[in-house]
């Protein structure tokens, strides 16, 4: 069965520019949750989805929003883009909106110079 | 690849003793945990759960222990192997009705030597 999937892998943007990353869940999972791991951290929350509606959000400014498709894959989105914002962006998917059995995909690499 | 938890807490085990990993958490209304482990240049993997209405839960080499009074969390590997080595994080899930809001610890790297 396929995991989590991210694109890209990796990117490089300049600061001011705009970002999205995209993900698709485990096949079956209805429920999508973005995370902003930054180099010897933990992941930090920032939104999560289910059946394309907002369910949670974490501290993280308005430049950050994201959206969930019908067929449950999601993109999350960063505008006017920071240094700080450079870090590894993870997207997990889970069955249902409780946090049980959270499966993580690979993540991306935001670089932004 | 990239380096997780440059800056980590690190726990060094022989090959094959046990290991045991320790987490405090912060939100006594918590309700739900997980261990994730997660490599270099890798996503967290999922390693076990537990619910609140548990002290203890045992999977394939791993144990996880909550002790609620005092909000610690422990993870317990058995006979651990060089493919343990990794960075491992606790994530509580604070009771906020339905949503999942994962909040991660500051992780434990793993060292597994020969």
């Known amino acids: 069965d396929a995991g989590v999937t991210q694109s890209p892998t990796h990117l490089i943007k300049t600061r001011g520019q705009h970002v999205t990353l995209r993900c698709s869940p485990i096949?079956?999972?209805?429920?999508v949750s973005w995370y902003q791991q930054v180099l010897g951290q933990g992941p930090q929350f920032i939104f999560q989805?289910?059946?394309?509606?907002?369910?949670g959000r974490g501290n993280f400014p308005d430049r950050f929003s994201a959206r969930q498709f019908p067929n449950y894959s999601s993109e999350l989105n960063v505008n006017a883009l920071l240094l700080g914002d450079s870090a590894l962006y993870l997207c997990?998917?889970?069955?249902?909106?409780?946090?049980?059995?959270?499966?993580f995909g690979p993540g991306t690499r935001l670089t932004v110079t | 690849g990239e380096s997780v938890g440059l800056h980590l807490p690190t726990l060094s085990v022989q090959e094959g003793d046990n290991s045991i990993i320790n987490c405090a958490y912060s939100?006594?209304?918590?309700?739900?945990f997980i261990w994730y482990k997660q490599e270099s240049g890798k996503g967290p993997q999922f390693i076990i759960d537990?619910?609140?209405?548990?002290d203890k839960r045992q999977g394939q080499r791993v144990t996880v222990l909550l002790n609620k009074t005092v909000k610690h969390l422990s993870l317990q590997i058995a006979a651990t192997q060089p493919g343990d080595s990794a960075v491992y994080f606790c994530?509580?899930?604070?009771?906020?009705?339905?949503?999942?809001?994962?909040?991660f610890g500051t992780g434990t790297r793993l060292q597994v030597t020969l």
């Open positions: 994530a509580e899930n604070p009771a906020t009705g339905t949503a999942s809001k994962l909040t």
């Open positions: 096949s079956g999972h209805k429920s």
């Open positions: 989805y289910y059946e394309k509606e907002e369910r």
């Open positions: 537990i619910r609140s209405n548990m």
């Open positions: 939100n006594s209304a918590s309700d739900y």
């Open positions: 997990a998917s889970s069955k249902d909106p409780a946090p049980y059995e959270q499966y």
